[in-house]
């Protein structure tokens, strides 16, 4: 079956642009993470949405971030006003459920970067 | 400190070879524990879950000290393949899945 898509795979935008990413998870998957990694570094979590409940957004790094998950299944990361340092890969990943032992399916990336 | 800790290597290992990753976690609270895996340039993928009771899936054993908070993998007869970043991956217990840095792990010939 279709995995995590995610679109662009590649965004070159200049700073001060918004940029807006977009996850499709896996049909079924009611929890949604996005996490962003830089270039030889972890992933950094963003945020959560599962189900109708409110997202956990405690991993956003500025007000300039935010995201939506319309109808419990697609995704859209906006980042406002791009600065050099969001130049990352952020990656969307889907769960089944939010249990715990749930395993995470993640998208390919999408890779931005910010001139 | 860091919610969940990982040596970032490279370690280097002839094919054949034993190797063993630690991670440790600082959250006493954390409910479960994942080792997933990342090839370079590629999205993370589940390598193996960690049950308290330990568990090994062939080559790969994974365990988990829950008095020490830490949790290891363990790769026997490595392969050329197995070079990857090996991430560890810990749910705090608020469905927010904290990953460590990851492991670089170099198999030579």
């Known amino acids: 079956g279709a995995g995590v898509s995610q679109s662009p795979s590649n965004k070159v935008t200049e700073k001060g642009k918004d940029v807006e990413l977009r996850c499709d998870p896996i049909s079924g998957h009611t929890a949604l993470y996005w996490y962003r990694q830089s270039l030889g570094q972890g992933l950094e979590f963003l945020i959560y949405f599962q189900g109708n409940s409110a997202p956990d957004k405690s991993g956003l790094p500025s007000d300039r971030f935010s995201a939506e998950r319309t109808g419990g299944s697609v995704s859209t990361l906006t980042i406002q006003r791009t600065q050099q340092e969001d130049s990352a890969v952020y990656l969307c990943a889907s769960s089944l459920f939010a249990e715990s032992a749930s395993p995470l399916h993640f998208g390919n990336g999408t890779r931005l970067t910010v001139t | 400190r860091k919610e969940v800790e990982q040596d970032p290597g490279p370690f280097n290992v002839p094919e054949g070879a034993t190797v063993a990753f630690n991670c440790t976690y600082s959250?006493?609270?954390?409910?479960?524990f994942f080792w997933y895996r990342q090839d370079c340039r590629k999205e993370p993928k589940l390598l193996m879950s960690?049950?308290?009771s330990g568990n090994e899936d062939g080559r790969f054993t994974a365990q988990l000290n829950r008095a020490s908070q830490y949790i290891s993998l363990l790769i026997r007869d490595s392969k050329l393949s197995d070079s990857a970043t090996y991430l560890c991956v810990v749910n705090t217990g608020f469905q927010k899945l904290v990953f460590g840095t990851g492991t670089r792990l170099l198999v030579s010939p």
């Open positions: 960690v049950y308290s």
């Open positions: 959250n006493s609270a954390s409910q479960s």
